[in-house]
């Protein structure tokens, strides 16, 4: 299995502003991926973070509003930036581990006013 | 585009009560089906996984079952319990890895 820790586990911030949020995994993984679930949803994929290459983005979701880091094969951030209260989710980082079993992080429920 | 949809949005069933809960997907080119658990305001519990070959895993009082060619699965709780409440979800994977998740089946138990 795989133990995902995300920081932090929750933020309130002003509009305009932008927050990134960190996703450590405790053994290393080739596929990260960052979801959002808006409330009362569930959960729709933003990107995939692949270490050593650019993030691929899914349908309605672009780098320069939620630009994405993948430094090594045990760490990822997403930055939600420029940020409006439609932005307001919880953020779940997860990866794959054997036979794409997936395992998710505890979230980071962002606020905006 | 691979749609997902859990029936019912929500249920209430006695502590002790059998119980069903369903996934059906359009895409019956899926890699793997994976069942969730998530309690209020908190991250995502793995529960079981079905690889596309398997027609059903076990884990203690919960089964979930795969028929790839209805796109259909389903999880049944034994013996349901208070703990137990919380929202149910799945999702199918493709090969790539991607996942699409179904909006979930709201569960309460009652004592």
């Known amino acids: 299995s795989a133990v995902i820790s995300q920081k932090p586990s929750r933020d309130i911030c002003q509009r305009g502003t932008s927050l990134t949020i960190q996703c450590q995994v405790d053994?290393?993984?080739?596929?990260m991926f960052w979801y959002r679930q808006q409330p009362g949803q569930s959960l729709t994929l933003i990107a995939t973070?692949?270490?050593?290459?650019?993030?691929?983005?899914e349908s309605g979701f672009v780098i320069d509003k939620f630009p994405i880091s993948r430094p090594n094969l045990t760490f990822s951030t997403l930055t939600v930036s420029n940020m409006s209260p439609e932005d307001s989710s919880i953020y779940l980082c997860?990866?794959?581990?054997?036979?794409?079993?997936?395992?998710f992080g505890p979230g980071t429920r962002l606020t905006v006013t | 585009k691979q749609e997902v949809t859990q029936i019912p949005a929500a249920l209430s069933v006695p502590e002790g009560e059998n119980l069903v809960l369903n996934c059906s997907f359009t895409?019956?080119?899926?890699?793997?089906l994976q069942w969730f658990r998530q309690d209020p305001g908190k991250g995502l519990t793995s529960l079981l996984l079905?690889?596309?070959?398997?027609r059903e895993q076990t884990s203690g009082r919960l089964n979930a079952s795969l028929d790839k060619s209805s796109g259909r699965s389903t999880l049944y709780i034994a013996a349901s319990q208070p703990g137990d409440s919380a929202t149910y979800l799945c999702a199918v994977i493709t090969n790539a890895g991607k996942s699409t998740f179904g909006d979930g089946t709201t569960l309460t138990v009652k004592p």
């Open positions: 973070a692949n270490q050593g290459s650019e993030a691929t983005y």
């Open positions: 895409d019956s080119a899926i890699y793997n």
């Open positions: 053994s290393q993984v080739t596929m």
């Open positions: 079905i690889q596309s070959s398997q």
């Open positions: 997860s990866t794959q581990l054997g036979v794409s079993e997936q395992y």
